[in-house]
């Protein structure tokens, strides 16, 4: 018979809906903290963005949404300036944006 090892912590159970301990797996760990840093880059760009004069009104998965006014002077290469700067305590990981300009959210 097979087996491997897990994990558990206190949650609540997904099929029973009751407290609980709860199994997880390496693989769920890692999602989580890549998505927890994902998240952190992605703010410390929102907040760079902000700094330039980009008014951020909001963000989906790993986009902005900025609205500037028609006439700006501030252009997509600028955001981009701003999404790709590296926070201090990852200098040395490598991001790259690119920016769109349209009159309305298209995902």
């Known amino acids: 018979m097979w087996q491997s090892e897990c994990i ?14 709860v199994d997880t797996w390496g693989g769920k760990i890692t999602e989580n903290i890549d998505q927890g840093i994902s ?3 992605l703010l410390n760009g929102m907040f760079a963005a902000e700094k330039a004069g980009f008014p951020v ?8 949404i ?17 999404m790709s700067a590296a926070p201090e305590w990852a200098s040395d990981l490598p991001l ?7 009159p309305y959210y298209k995902k």
């Open 8 to 21: 558990f912590y206190d949650g609540v159970n997904l099929k029973t809906h009751h407290w609980g301990a």
């Open 39 to 41: 998240r952190d880059v």
């Open 57 to 64: 009104v909001g963000h989906c998965h790993d986009e902005l």
């Open 66 to 82: 900025c609205e500037v006014p028609a006439g700006s002077p501030l252009a997509e290469k600028d955001l981009e300036r701003c």
């Open 96 to 102: 790259a944006a690119e920016a769109e300009s349209s």
